[in-house]
């Protein structure tokens, strides 16, 4: 029986195309086709050919009009072409089409960014989730992508009913899919009980577009030491990392998985990790490539997904990084006028950083809840949990009370109140 993953051929011609739609929102009008030329490229294709079509609406059996799948056939044969990469999700009847008529095999740009993700992926929570999602993209198109789906079973023992190959294979499927979501499920109730052992501490997470240089902050701010490549999605991973804010305080900072244009939802929802990082978090570090020429469309695409998350709420600092790449005094100044209360930074060369950790711990301090508590002897059997959840400043005792102050975030030290009426309490100004 054929294996049910994706071919990990080396494809090394391949021709990329896109159809830019009327009234559609596009990267770059004036190369439509540069993010997709990175994508192609992190997956180790070698790009010899090119392809536009400016139409209305997608062609319902090709996505391409029929006249320009003409002309990307010829392509193929003139550049012997071995592959076909296309910037949207094609329905699997287009796929099959236009591998019918190309004779080379299509991949659409959910495809591409899936093969991404299964070169990254590291641990084991990842190459779950990057299984999970290629599951799940490949259930819709199994018919066709393999000789010998169609064909009824005929030999002793197989008779009967007349099952296909192609059921067997989908059951197959859904079987690994279920396995899959339970494994999940288990690294979420383990995740989860990290979380609350860290409920106490400040959360800070990072997000944007991808390669906007998250992970560099995050080595530069708690010398992390994780994984920096001048590429698309070299992060997949999760990675939190205590930071010292001084005076003994402490923050968690995550990296999380980077976002991108045109990134179908069943993807992000596959990043589990990302989404409860950024929904528990405190503070979100919106990072952004301030020498992208493409810079204010990346920002709203970061901000739609945080939306889709519903985290549109969270309290948020944008950072524009890599200054040290923008050329155009001009083009600098424009940014700071826009955006007058981000933070401008250099993450390679340290610069603006020292007033980023001032922003950092200002918002800390903001958070955080200061009071003095005094437990009669029936309530001092709270003291573990407020041990566990707030800091404990000082302790001392007045005859038979005792008396605690404590800080915490706003959340952890209010709750204790309300949760623990009896107790006396006054809020340190």
Request: charged share 30%; hydrophobic share 40%; with cysteine.
């Amino acid at each position: 029986m054929a294996r049910i993953e994706f071919d990990k051929k080396d494809y090394q011609k391949a021709i990329i195309g896109a159809v830019i739609l009327d009234g559609a929102r596009s990267f770059n009008g004036a190369d439509p086709l540069e993010e997709l030329r990175a994508l192609a490229n992190t997956a180790g294709a070698e790009i010899v050919g090119e392809v536009v079509q400016n139409r209305q609406r997608p062609d319902s059996a090709y996505y391409f009009g029929a006249g320009k799948v003409d002309e990307i056939r010829g392509m193929v044969s003139e550049l012997n072409a071995d592959l076909f990469i296309f910037d949207d999700d094609l329905a699997p009847a287009q796929v099959r089409n236009l591998e019918e008529s190309l004779q080379i095999p299509v991949v659409d740009r959910s495809g591409l960014i899936l093969d991404i993700f299964a070169l990254h992926a590291r641990t084991v929570e990842a190459r779950t989730q990057v299984k999970l999602a290629q599951l799940k993209y490949l259930l819709p198109r199994l018919a066709g992508r393999w000789s010998h789906l169609e064909r009824q079973e005929g030999a002793i023992g197989t008779r009967g009913p007349g099952e296909t190959q192609l059921e067997t294979d989908r059951r197959l499927i859904q079987k690994q899919i279920i396995d899959l979501e339970r494994k999940l499920e288990d690294i979420d109730r383990e995740r989860e009980n990290q979380r609350k052992k860290r409920d106490s501490l400040f959360k800070i997470t990072l997000v944007g577009y991808t390669n906007a240089g998250k992970s560099t902050i995050l080595n530069l701010l708690t010398e992390a030491g994780v994984l920096v490549e001048n590429k698309l999605f070299a992060t997949l991973d999760s990675t939190t990392r205590r930071l010292d804010l001084g005076h003994g305080e402490t923050a968690l900072l995550t990296d999380t998985v980077g976002f991108i244009s045109k990134l179908p939802a069943h993807l992000i929802a596959s990043f589990r990790s990302t989404l409860l990082d950024v929904n528990n978090a405190d503070l979100l570090l919106h990072v952004i490539d301030a020498s992208d020429p493409d810079l204010e469309m990346q920002i709203l695409t970061v901000n739609e997904e945080l939306n889709r998350m519903e985290s549109s709420g969270k309290n948020r600092v944008m950072i524009f990084n890599k200054i040290d790449l923008i050329d155009d005094p001009e083009q600098y100044q424009s940014l700071r006028v826009r955006y007058p209360d981000a933070y401008f930074v250099s993450a390679r060369e340290t610069t603006g950083i020292s007033e980023l950790m001032s922003k950092i711990i200002n918002e800390f301090g903001k958070s955080r809840m200061e009071v003095i508590i005094r437990l009669g002897e029936n309530e001092q059997g709270i003291y573990p949990e407020l041990a566990r959840n707030c800091r404990i400043l000082e302790t001392g005792s007045k005859g038979s009370d005792v008396i605690i102050r404590l800080a915490g975030s706003r959340s952890a030290v209010e709750k204790i109140i309300n949760n623990n009426p009896q107790i006396r309490y006054t809020t340190v100004a």
